[in-house]
């Protein structure tokens, strides 16, 4: 469910090669496989979120990390799915502010109006521009969630140790979502 930028598409895409696990399809209308279901596109309702996923006896999952900074969100899979597992990824708040301003100064093009260059990162993290340094805050985050679900419901890993340890990290998340925890290893991680 997050943070933003800290490693949740090779999350989903390590996670999904494991054979016991399955994730959501794409919507054709969607650009990425994110849903966004909890917070974005609730109105669409419970029927198009679940025809997002196979019919199996897998574990099911899905990736949107802006859920982590929802409260509303929160709610809304607390009333929806209260027994769910979730992973919670973290990667240090100035690098994830670093990474996302990057991101959106660049590839999404959010340029200075009067300048029509990108805003400098200080002065975006300073402003909390499209929220780079509250979304960071994740003792705030946390503390919303675990008002919902109970700890042993979620699994926080720092982006930068599953890096640094992928073999160990991903056995721990297999072990959390009760399946085979000695599957092939991830595939790879994807520089975030």
Known sequence: ????KAGTTSARRNLSAHPQIEMNHRSPDLKR????FFNRNW????????????ETDAV????????LHSRKAHRRMHGTVPDAKLIVLLRHPVDRAYSAWNHLAHADRRLDPDTGKPIPFEDAFEQDLWRLR???VYIKHLRSLTRLFPREQIHIAISERVRASLDASYREMFRFLGVDPVAPPPARAVGV
């Open 43 to 54: 109105e669409r309702g419970l029927e198009w979120y679940e025809g997002l996923f196979p």
């Open 1 to 4: 469910i997050g943070a933003q």
């Open 134 to 136: 509250t979304q960071g």
């Open 33 to 36: 496989y994110e849903t966004h």
């Open 60 to 67: 099911l999952g899905a990736k949107s990390p802006d859920y």
